[in-house]
Nanobody, 123 residues
């Protein structure tokens, strides 16, 4: 059974940057599309981004377009979410998700979930 582990979260000031990583163990990354969801306190979970096996990237939130970038390095079995110009509204738990087929912002599509990493944007 593959496992997906997120890292890179933390506390950052508004305008700052973080890079989240999602690393797979127990299988190879090239078998999966990888997405990122986030959940802010008191809000529903929402899809942020996804990257296909071939590297096509999708950004599902208008609020992060131009600020967030998703990429993958299959040799390192890792997907990255580069987050720039962070805003307090970006605060939440960020989850790495994986599926063998499709990128979507529908969370039930994804078979595998990481444990989440906390991102806090605050001065």
């Amino acid at each position: 059974q593959p496992q997906f582990v997120e890292s890179g979260g933390g506390l950052v000031q508004p305008g700052g940057a973080l890079r989240l990583s999602c690393t797979i163990s127990g299988d190879t990354l090239d078998a999966y599309v990888i997405g990122w969801f986030r959940q802010a306190p008191g809000k529903e979970r929402e899809g942020v981004s996804c990257i296909t096996k071939s590297g096509t990237a999708y950004m599902y939130l208008d609020s992060v377009k131009g600020r967030f970038t998703i990429s993958r390095d299959n040799a390192k079995n890792t997907v990255y979410l580069q987050m720039n110009s962070l805003e307090p509204e970006d605060t939440g738990v960020y989850y790495c998700v994986a599926d063998r087929a499709l990128c979507t912002n529908w969370e039930l599509q994804y078979d595998y979930w990481g444990q989440g990493t906390q991102v806090t944007v605050s001065s």
